[in-house]
């Protein structure tokens, strides 16, 4: 079969610039886009971090007399979690996540703690990595207690701690904490890399981020 080609001058330009509001007007369809009637953004993905790959990422960094490490047995998602360093009286094993490069979100995470009840603390603190159980901290455990924390932090926020601490004297349960399923979700919502969208000048697009 022969095949001849020829070119062909369309008759109108398909060139343009996302300017006029119409372009995102509420007949056109997003998905994964964030539209303000000035511009179009892809949104950003979620942070979630599940330590099942059983090393930190770069964003992460501890501190104290003993570090935290991703160990196995996980009560929550998956099979690991990250757990507080072996301390003795008066110490501390500090976890900490830089958010400098995030914008404002809002998060939670699950926590696990077996501590002398009222003395022997889990505690988490937002942009306060000095935090101490009598002072500085968001949210703090002692006892047996597990659950679900929640929070949110502005676009400024620098740091989110989690910090095992004990008071002078005494051990009691398992002495010590874990925290795993860390989720912080962008406030202007989330999506997963991906945008989609129809609109009167190009009609079906799609981005990768």
């Not at 077996?114 to 889990?122: C, K, N």
């Not at 207690?145 to 398992?174: C, E, H, M, R």
Request: net charge negative; proline share 4%.
């Amino acid at each position: 079969m022969d095949l001849a080609l020829e070119p062909s001058v369309l008759p109108s330009s398909l060139a343009s610039t996302l300017t006029d509001a119409g372009d995102f007007d509420g007949n056109a369809v997003y998905d994964g886009m964030d539209v303000n009637k000035t511009s179009l953004q892809i949104l950003p993905q979620d942070w979630h971090y599940t330590f099942e790959t059983g090393s930190f990422e770069p964003e992460w960094s501890t501190s104290g007399s003993a570090q935290w490490s991703i160990v196995s047995g996980s009560t929550f998602q998956g099979t690991k979690w990250a757990k507080a360093g072996r301390i003795t009286h008066n110490q501390e094993s500090g976890l900490v996540l830089d958010v400098s490069q995030l914008p404002a979100a809002s998060g939670s995470f699950k926590y696990r703690v077996s501590s002398e009840s009222s003395f022997d603390y889990l505690l988490f603190c937002i942009d306060n990595t000095g935090c101490s159980r009598f002072s500085g901290y968001t949210q703090r455990w002692s006892g047996s207690p597990s659950g679900t924390q929640t929070f949110t932090i502005p676009a400024s926020a620098q740091t989110l701690t989690w910090k095992y601490t004990k008071d002078g004297s005494v051990n009691s349960g398992s002495d010590t904490a874990w925290v795993d399923d860390i989720l912080i979700t962008p406030t202007g919502g989330s999506g997963n890399g991906e945008g989609n969208w129809t609109s009167d000048i190009f009609e079906i697009g799609r981005a990768h981020v």
